[in-house]
């Protein structure tokens, strides 16, 4: 598929809730997942790693770990929200998670591999979007639960998740939000 003229000037997400979980075909899924990391990464460090999380993986995470870990700090939550909880993930096809994983290194700065790890989940989200599909960058509350990011192959302490890129299909094209004004955020130094 070719990239639209103006896509990124016309870029919209669409939110995991009204994904509809159709395959993504394979050659695609690896489409998005080289141009994921094809990001700045001063020193070459992959201070990053990604996880493609598929099938009934998406199923076994929420029941296994995203929900009880809900339950567990919410005891008391009512069943609409219980529901929403018990199939975080299932809501995409295919869920990428982005571990931001920086090294030891004396000449990187400790931020700039983060912001490479962001780059990361900004070029999957992209990507997908660019070849028609429905995408959404997702941290939500278990982007910071330790149990999640220790599956994921994180390290405690060190490691953090930067985000969850969902993939779907469009059920309905996306409607267009409110975004600020140029002049508000971009200065112009002459």
């Not at 094809?38 to 990464?41: A, E, K, L, M, N």
């Not at 990053?48 to 995203?66: A, F, N, R, S, Y």
């Not at 018990?86 to 299932?90: K, N």
């Not at 995409?92 to 990428?96: D, R, T």
């Given at each position: 598929?070719?990239l639209?003229?103006?896509?990124?000037i016309?870029r919209?997400?669409?939110?995991?809730?009204?994904?509809?979980q159709?395959p993504?075909?394979?050659?695609?899924?690896?489409?998005?997942?080289?141009?994921?990391i094809?990001?700045?990464?001063h020193?070459g460090l992959?201070p990053?790693?990604?996880?493609?999380?598929?099938?009934?993986?998406?199923?076994?995470?929420?029941?296994?770990?995203?929900f009880?870990?809900?339950?567990?700090n919410?005891?008391?939550?009512?069943?609409?929200?219980?529901k929403?909880e018990?199939?975080?993930?299932?809501r995409?096809?295919?869920?990428?998670a982005?571990?931001?994983?920086?090294k030891?290194?004396?000449?990187?700065?400790?931020?700039?591999?983060?912001?490479?790890?962001?780059?990361?989940c900004m070029?999957?989200?992209?990507?997908?979007q660019?070849?028609?599909?429905?995408?959404?960058?997702?941290?939500?509350w278990?982007?910071?639960?330790?149990?999640?990011?220790?599956?994921?192959g994180?390290?405690?302490?060190?490691?953090?998740?930067?985000?969850?890129?969902?993939?779907?299909?469009?059920q309905?094209?996306?409607?267009?939000?409110?975004?600020?004004?140029?002049?508000?955020?971009?200065?112009?130094?002459?």
């Open positions: 598929m070719s639209k003229k103006n896509f990124f016309n919209r997400s669409v939110v995991a809730a009204k994904m509809l159709d993504i075909k394979q050659d695609d899924l690896n489409t998005i997942i080289n141009a994921g094809r990001v700045p990464d020193g992959n990053w790693k990604i996880i493609v999380i598929q099938g009934e993986t998406l199923k076994k995470i929420d029941k296994d770990i995203i009880p870990e809900f339950i567990k919410n005891p008391d939550s009512n069943e609409n929200i219980k929403l018990s199939s975080r993930l299932q995409a096809s295919v869920v990428i982005v571990l931001s994983k920086p030891n290194n004396t000449k990187i700065p400790t931020w700039e591999m983060i912001l490479s790890s962001g780059a990361v070029n999957l989200l992209s990507c997908a660019s070849m028609g599909y429905a995408a959404q960058w997702l941290t939500e278990y982007a910071y639960n330790n149990k999640l990011l220790s599956y994921l994180g390290e405690v302490g060190t490691d953090k998740i930067s985000g969850f890129i969902y993939i779907g299909h469009k309905e094209e996306p409607k267009e939000r409110k975004r600020p004004n140029p002049s508000d955020v971009i200065n112009f130094i002459k």
